[in-house]
């Protein structure tokens, strides 16, 4: 039997969230591995940088740092992204650096709506292309005690805001608008065309199926 004479690349995570790997993998993709970045990259914001430009940077910064280390295979596809959340006062969201931190955001959460921006950021090394998704969530009314048993559990600890949808804060989401999974961490539509571009397809889908859109 001859081999495929167009095999698809290799699809490598440039990512440590077990959520980005989950979603991924629901959608069918097959990834080769997580792509270990050459260097640590500062998620700190720039002053008077606004969050839409700033999860855009920071998904490219963590592709280039990926790319930058040896791949694991030639023609290796890197997939990277960065997640903000955006307080009801316009203000980004980053991962809180304690329990103190972690209830305070919660508490301006607390009955409001939020936005929840995620980039992704795709490249071979020769070429990349990204994607932006801007969702919005409104939480239900948190009482202290609930922020403090929440906090407790220790789960706001690695999460942009504070919280995450797919655990334990679910309950605490009374709406959406816009792309779930880009709350989750990885806005599955968006990543699908992107990946397109590339000649990436989930594993069930056929060669010919393939829709690669328009991602500008």
Not at 6 to 15: E, F, G, N, Q, T
């Amino acid at each position: 039997m001859n081999p495929d004479p167009d095999p698809c690349p290799a699809l490598w995570l440039a990512s440590g969230s077990p959520r980005r790997r989950e979603l991924l993998e629901q959608a069918g993709f097959v990834i080769a591995g997580r792509a270990h970045p050459s260097g640590p990259v500062d998620e700190s914001l720039l002053p008077g940088e606004m969050a839409d430009s700033a999860v855009v940077r920071l998904a490219r910064a963590k592709l280039d740092a990926a790319l930058a280390a040896p791949l694991r295979a030639a023609g290796a596809v890197l997939l990277a992204a960065d997640t903000l959340v955006v307080g009801p006062d316009g203000r980004p969201m980053g991962k809180p650096v304690d329990a103190a931190d972690a209830e305070a955001m919660l508490a301006s959460l607390s009955g409001q709506w939020h936005r929840v921006i995620t980039a992704i950021a795709v490249g071979d090394g020769q070429y990349h292309r990204d994607a932006v998704v801007d969702s919005r969530l409104r939480f239900a009314r948190l009482s202290a005690e609930t922020i403090r048993a929440y906090v407790a559990t220790g789960d706001p600890m690695d999460k942009a805001g504070g919280y995450g949808l797919q655990g334990r804060a679910g309950s605490f989401v009374e709406a959406v608008d816009g792309d779930c999974s880009a709350v989750i961490g990885l806005p599955l539509a968006a990543t699908c065309r992107l990946l397109a571009t590339f000649d990436l397809r989930p594993a069930w889908m056929g060669r010919g199926d393939m829709d690669r859109g328009d991602t500008e």
